[in-house]
């Protein structure tokens, strides 16, 4: 089946009718964004598993091997087992914020990788490493900046934001990354947080 608008409504036709209990999908950087609308849209229970919760669940159960047919039958096996609990997607606002938020994630993913290789790293590479390593820096410096403006010109999220850093420990990654991966933080109050 094509992964085009008319592949997606065929599957999601087939789904209402089957009526699982729950739609398990890997996250696969965006790719599933518009099928995951499509499903959510008609109503279908749909959860997002973490990449590495699934290929840590494979490990576990002894598969190895890789295909779209045997990922898809540990998804499946992850779906039985775990029984994942639908939640809330990211509405239209937060969808930019958690792009935003994942590119951080990768670029701070690269400086580490990057940091592991300077310091090991013959002479005839290290400047290089280094320029790539100065250039990271300022991406992640740049990424934080746009993270705080976005924040900023939403009183939701302003409001949100300053309720979250009121408790202990919670600092300004942690309130973004809660912001754009939990829609369903709206509902608390100041009093249940610091609880």
């Not at 013959?122 to 290089?128: A, F, H, N």
């Amino acid at each position: 089946m094509p992964y085009d608008d008319a592949g997606i409504q065929l599957l999601v036709e087939h789904l209402q009718a089957v009526a699982p209990a729950v739609i398990v999908l890997e996250a696969t950087g965006g790719l599933e964004l518009p099928l995951v609308a499509a499903l959510v849209a008609a109503e279908l229970p749909v959860v997002i598993a973490n990449p590495r919760q699934i290929r840590d669940f494979a490990k576990a159960a002894g598969q190895l091997a890789k295909t779209d047919h045997l990922d898809a039958q540990v998804l499946a096996h992850f779906a039985e087992v775990m029984r994942p609990v639908p939640r809330p997607l990211p509405d239209e606002q937060a969808q930019p914020l958690g792009a935003l938020l994942a590119r951080r994630r990768q670029l701070i993913e690269m400086l580490v990788a990057e940091r592991n290789r300077l310091s090991r790293a013959r002479p005839t590479l290290r400047k290089r490493l280094q320029a790539h390593i100065a250039w990271l820096e300022r991406e992640v410096a740049q990424t934080d900046t746009d993270l705080a403006r976005m924040i900023q010109t939403s009183a939701v999220w302003r409001e949100k934001d300053t309720l979250l850093r009121s408790a202990p420990g919670i600092g300004p990654v942690l309130s973004l990354t809660l912001l754009a991966e939990l829609p369903e933080l709206g509902t608390f109050t100041r009093k249940q947080i610091a609880a």
